[in-house]
T-cell receptor
Framework: KQEVTQIPAALSVPEGENLVLNCSFT??????LQWFRQDPGKGLTSLLL?????REQTSGRLNASLDKSSGRSTLYIAASQPGDSATYLC???????????????FGKGTKLSVKP | NAGVTQTPKFRILKIGQSMTLQCTQD?????MYWYRQDPGMGLKLIYY???????DKGEVPNGYNVSRSTTEDFPLRLELAAPSQTSVYFC??????????FGPGTRLTVT
């Protein structure tokens, strides 16, 4: 059964620091991996989508990598800002919960706080 | 584009009552999903649909029903509400890339 783990559960950094959020998954048979941001009381905003054949994706100050063989992904945030404070969720599209195209299985998230 | 919209934003139900959570997307996506998010538990898939007229169960379907009569709409029905259904419910949709786009959520309390 696919399981997704995110470490650490919470992270506090000073403004301007570069940081890495980690995501690991137990079954390497994934279709893709998606990183989301969730602000308190809000829905999820898609940040980056990495297809299983890709190694990384970049958007602005964000860079996500994928190593399927080791079951790991990282989200790198450069020059962090207070506005980056949110919970970051990792999800893998896995075939373990049905559907010919699989469905997303989520980690529990990393709560990031960037202090001015 | 409004994206994915959900109504209502908040609702309080008494045990045994029923209600429908509405979800609409204007991106012409074939795939639509319902999740629930409980504190400290992450998001769990309730039901999903790969197109109008086709629905299937996710991880936690018990106590819920769905229908998909149009591409745009994917309502979630709660029959005989129970306290265990207190949660935040999110609807999402995706197109051919399978990148999922989420609505703002419905916060439901069953007392």
């Amino acid at each position: 059964k696919q399981e997704v783990t995110q470490i650490p559960a919470a992270l506090s950094v000073p403004e301007g620091e570069n940081l890495v959020l980690n995501c690991s998954f137990t079954d390497s048979a994934i279709y893709n991996l998606q990183w989301f941001r969730q602000d308190p009381g809000k829905g999820l905003t898609s940040l980056l989508l990495i297809q299983s054949s890709q190694r990384e994706q970049t958007s602005g100050r964000l860079n996500a990598s994928l190593d399927k063989s080791s079951g790991r992904s990282t989200l790198y945030i450069a020059a962090s800002q207070p506005g980056d404070s949110a919970t970051y969720l990792c999800a893998v599209r896995s075939f373990s919960i049905g559907g010919s195209q699989g469905n997303l299985i989520f980690g529990k998230g990393t709560k990031l706080s960037v202090k001015p | 584009n409004a994206g994915v919209t959900q109504t209502p934003k908040f609702r309080i139900l008494k045990i045994g009552q029923s209600m429908t959570l509405q979800c609409t997307q204007d991106m012409n996506h074939n795939y639509m999903y319902w999740y629930r998010q409980d504190p400290g538990m992450g998001l769990k898939l309730i039901y999903y649909s790969v197109g109008a007229g086709i629905t299937d169960k996710g991880e936690v379907p018990n106590g819920y029903n769905v229908s998909r009569s149009t591409t745009e709409d994917f309502p979630l029905r709660l029959e005989l509400a129970a306290p265990s259904q207190t949660s935040v419910y999110f609807c999402a949709s995706s197109g051919t890339t399978y990148e999922q786009y989420f609505g703002p959520g419905t916060r439901l309390t069953v007392t």
